[in-house]
Each structure stands twice: as C-alpha cells, then as structure tokens.
C-alpha cells in the first residue's frame, strides 16, 4: 500500500526506489549475472578454441553444466524454505569466486584441461541452483504484493542490462587479453555480489519464519503437490518444462554452431549474446504495461510463440555479416517476449503461492524446468552423433511449439485475464471473516 506523504500516496516507482534493500538486492543480483555473462562468453571460446574439445566434449560440458539442477533443485527449495535466503546468497557468491578463481590458477601452472573444466562447471553449476533459489524466493520479503510484477520487471530488466553489459565487456576482454584472464572479471562479480547481499536489511514483518522441520523427502513432496495441483501453476509449469527440454537440445550446440558452422568467432557470438540482453531489457521494462493492457496470458503466450519462431533464421542461415545481423534481430526479438512472459509468470506464481511455499514452489518450476536439461544435452549429443548438428537445432525448434499448446487451452486463458491476488495470511482470514463468526469461536475458547 503507498505510504502517504503530504497527504499524496506514493507511487509504486518511488516506493521501490525508496526501498533501500531492494536497491541493493537489485544491484548485487545485476553485478553477478554480469559476470557469469563473462564467463558464458569465456567458457566456450577457451574450450573450442584453446582445448581444441570436440563435438562430444562439448556435450558433455553442457551436460554438466545443467545435472546440478536436476539433483539439486528442489532440495535447494526445502534448504531456502528453512534457512535466511540472505545467508545463502552470501555463502554461495564467496564460494562462486573461490570456484570461478580456479581456471586461471590452472591456467597459470600449466594444468588446465577439459577435465578442469568438466569439475568447474559442475560445483558452479550446484552453487548457482543454490543461491537463484534464494535469490528469487526473496524478492516477497523484500517488496509489497501489490508491487512485485514491478518489482519483478525492474529485476529483469537490470539482468538484461548486466547480461548486455557482461556479454560485451566479455568479448571486448577476450580479444585484448584472452578467455582465461576474463574470468577473473567473474571472481570479482562474485565478491561485489556478496557484499550487496550482505547488506540487505529485512524489516522484522517481512521477516518469514522458518517452517517446521520434517523431512526432507516430506517437504519436497509437499512442495511438488502444491504445484501439481494448482489449476494456474500447473499448465505454466508443464509448459516451461517441455521448453527448457527443447531448449536444452539447441543450447546444447548453440555456441558450437556459431563459431564452427557459421564461423561468427568470438566476436559474433559476443554480439548475439549481447542482442539477448538488449531484448531482455526492453521486454523487462515493457512487461507491466504490456500485462495491465493485454493480460498476463496473452503476453505469456505470446513469450512462448516467439522462442520457436525466432529460432527458424538459424536453420538457415550461413557465415557472413549479412546473416549475423539476421541473427542478432531474431535474438533481440526473441528475449524481448521472452523476459516480458518470464517477469509475468514469475509475479504470478509469486502472487498464488504463500510465504512458506515460495522456495519450493520456484524450484518445484525450476526443477521440471531446468532439471530435464542434462537429458537434453544426452538427447543433443545422440541426434548429432546421427544426424548432425543441424538436426538437432531443428528437432529442439520444433519442440518449443509445444508450450504454445498447452497455454491456449480455454481454462489458462480464463484465469490469466488479469493478475491473481495474493492468498491471505491466516490473520487475515481470521480477520476477514464476518464479527458473528469471530465472536462465536471467541466464546468457543
């Protein structure tokens, strides 16, 4: 609710930037994701290029890249539902740069390998299932109901810009001094990150208790029942797993494809990396407007539609720079829908989900998500070894059409019209009940 000032209400925009946490919450979270923009650029340049590592190598690399969410990701919720999220975005961004800070030791003594690499990627990839679980499960504590999809526009909207930002410097710092050296730039993010959130403040109101311990196995299942038989969370759900799988199969030889079959180089893939960002941001910032003037459905729906459709150029595209920009359209194109359907479904969740659910309920989404990708990168690596890599860019493209299916059905549209409220609070059940109903369970105790 705005806080009155000379009888005015404010606005949401100044009360999100009166909020000192969030700023800083929003600044850590934008640094990091800047450097693992770096290292995004960094990674596969030094393992092509430098490891001279094969097709199957690479698959393998994606592959362990992305089996951390699949083992980890709803533990990660039941862990973020018991514990601070705060402490755990600090532990893992220190231990990120201690991770990240290893390839150039290596590099230094003679003793990087793609072995090195294989180990890098997964730790990384454990630590940062970790600290997003409790990065986006916080965001509720950190800003009212009524503002998270601005609160969530505005977050994405810094990630495009650091994603932008950390794809170029990346690139920029490759062709001056290397692959290996950039990721030091990532050890740095790291540690910037920690420090931002270290000094986030939670008010004691916003503060979520820790729920009541059980099992493990329990709570991961309580959490899996609470999406699954959500009428909303459900098909939104489904509908990000089917995607990330295809998208999984075409990240698998993405970077490959660019630097080997249409010979982009480091260059070229640094700028299609950064036309992702500057999409990203654009759908960022136009998400609430676009969401109050079509509803969230149709602007998730129309998220989903442009990931396949903007993926088409490539499979017929060839080396040069007339094609290059081709691609850097479609990827603008692309994540501009994209991050608008994202920061919409994210409110959305967020919105229909309660406080002690929040973490589990987004790796619940995360997991079926993201967790089917390592099958992906297996499932990538089989079609090319038959087909070639051509093939599997086209299967992972027609595979993203699928999504679009599911959310068309009557039942999403009717209930996506407009956001969900939030759910209430037992106190406010309590006091939203009619007084002749509270004064009889008063007399009862």
Known sequence: MPVPVDGRPQPPVALLRGNRSFRTYWAGEAVSLAGSSLHAVALPVLAIEMLHASPGQVAVLAFLATLPAFFLALPAGVICDRHPKKTIMVVTDLAAAVMVA??????????????????????????????QAAAIAIVPELVEPALLPMANSRVSAALSISNSAGAHAGTLVIAVAGSVPTLLLDCLSYLLSAWCAARIRLAPNKRVPPAARRAMTAEIREGLAFVMRHPLLRPLVLALSVMGYGFGIISTYWAYYLLVRLDAGSTGLGLVMGAAGAGGLAGALAASRLVRRFGPGRVIVAGFLAYPVTYMPVLVAGPGPVWLGVLLVCEAVQMTAVAAAGST?????????????????????????????????????????????????????????????????????????????????????????????????????
């Open 102 to 131: 290893v390839v150039p030791v290596c590099w230094a003594i003679g003793a990087l390998s793609v072995p090195v690499l294989y180990v890098m990627v997964l730790l990384l990839g454990a630590l940062t299932v970790l600290h």
């Open 345 to 445: 479904q994210r409110s959305v969740r967020q919105q229909v989900c309660p406080p002690h659910m929040q973490a589990r309920a987004q790796q619940t989404s995360l997991w079926l998500n993201l967790g089917l990708r390592p099958f992906a990168a297996l499932s990538a690596g089989a079609i090319a070894a038959v087909f070639g890599v051509w093939a599997v860019l086209a299967a992972g493209t027609a595979l993203l059409f699928v999504p679009v299916v599911l959310l068309c059905s009557p039942a999403v549209r009717r209930r996506l019209t407009a956001l969900p409220a939030a759910p209430a609070s037992p106190l406010e059940q309590i006091e939203d009940r009619p007084p002749a109903c509270r004064k009889r369970e008063d007399s009862a105790r």
